[in-house]
């Protein structure tokens, strides 16, 4: 077991990537088993109920709660119009009269004549769930959604924002360690995934979204760009839905951290393809991943030594990220693995594993301080 409490980020050039398109209520699926989709295919819609919108008819129009029904012009269950005259009274021989108008589109849901409120619902809201991949759908839950599956090279990030978006991929750094900043983004990058190196600055991301690019995929981001950008600092609850006009994936953590060379050729050699980012995560339970998914292009030649294998955890050789200083950040292969436990600064006693780093050193870390890059 000497992964157990390993965490890992797959980065595969060839694996099956299969996700469930599920609606937040029952509704219609529109697909069928076999159907070819794309990312922007709608597979299943259906309606939210309005917003209620409660209305103290009594006072507005000056009358006892139990004369409210008396005065309503519209019944429950009729539709209504904004502005509508839905209620009524007359004074002074019919004289004078006094309305209540209705404040939004929709029906009437309950007139109570115990407080006078009148419920208005506002008109059902659609929803839909798209594809999200360009793939097959491979299996249809009755009036919940779909399950789509594709062929493709998958990267797994440790933090992102921003919501589901494809585009075709862009590189736009020479290399892996470079700084992805406004100077190399232009208007070649409209509708384009962005791929940088080692860092993406706030400036960078403000001018992205003014070209109009759908993502930025980089290895590192400082957490005061973030908070520049946003406008505040990220909570512990989900990310992916910020009103924000782009998806940031972030492959390598928080600062300036080297893409890791792995996932900065494997982008590299899909540059043209389309890639389908989320950069939903979440680091509570239920963990969630931001991801890149780039479906299996026609001229992909199909290998079986191009498909993805299971993990079967740490091993010498495995490629390894540090996820704790004094090392955070560096990349290397496992050279060692001792089985006994040994014991720590701290006085206390874990498993560790010895490191070799791309300049040829060499470290003793905790295993629980390195997380396994997949592939």
């Not at 600092?233 to 006009?245: C, K, L, R, S």
């Not at 389908?276 to 992909?300: F, H, M, W, Y």
């Not at 490629?319 to 496992?334: A, C, E, H, S, W």
Request: charged share 25%.
């Amino acid at each position: 077991m000497a992964h157990a409490y390993t965490p890992g980020l797959k980065v595969t050039e060839r694996m099956t990537v299969s996700k469930r398109r599920i609606l937040p209520l029952k509704g219609e699926v529109v697909v069928k088993v076999g159907d070819k989709v794309e990312p922007d295919i709608v597979v299943a819609r259906t309606d939210l109920p309005g917003n209620v919108e409660p209305m103290n008819i009594a006072n507005i129009l000056g009358v006892p709660p139990e004369d409210v029904s008396e005065c309503m012009l519209k019944k429950e269950g009729e539709s209504i119009s904004k502005g509508e005259t839905i209620g009524m009274t007359k004074s002074f021989f019919g004289l004078f009269k006094t309305e209540a108008k209705s404040k939004i589109d929709g029906t009437i849901e309950n007139i109570s004549s115990v407080t006078g409120q009148v419920l208005l619902r506002g008109d059902p809201i659609p929803v839909e769930v798209k594809a999200y991949l360009t793939g097959t759908v491979t299996e249809v839950i009755p009036q919940e959604g779909v399950v789509v599956e594709t062929e493709g090279s998958f990267v797994q990030g440790i933090f992102g924002i921003g919501g589901e978006t494809h585009g075709e991929i862009k590189i736009v750094t020479e290399s892996n360690s470079d700084v992805l900043t406004d100077s190399v983004i232009d208007s070649s990058c409209e509708g384009k995934v962005i791929v940088g190196g080692s860092l993406v600055t706030a400036t960078a991301i403000t001018r992205a979204i003014d070209v109009k690019a759908k993502g930025i995929v980089v290895g590192g981001l400082d957490d005061k760009d973030l908070r520049e950008f946003l406008g505040a600092d990220i909570g512990v609850a989900i990310t992916g839905n910020e009103d924000i006009d782009i998806t940031v994936v972030i492959t390598e953590g928080f600062g300036q951290i080297d893409m890791a060379q792995k996932t900065f050729d494997l982008l590299k050699s899909k540059e043209g393809q389309m890639a389908c980012i989320n950069g939903a995560t979440q680091i509570r339970a239920g963990v969630i991943r931001p991801e890149v998914v780039i479906p299996l292009a026609k001229s992909d030649k199909i290998s079986e030594s191009g498909k993805s294998e299971s993990s079967v955890g740490l091993s010498v050789g495995s490629p390894v990220r540090v996820i704790r200083q004094p090392y955070f950040g560096r990349l290397g292969k496992v050279s060692d693995l001792p089985p006994e436990l040994r014991k720590l600064e701290s006085e206390s006693h874990a498993r560790i594993l010895e490191v070799e780093f791309s300049d040829g050193s060499k470290a003793v870390i905790p295993r629980a301080n390195v997380e396994l890059i997949e592939g």
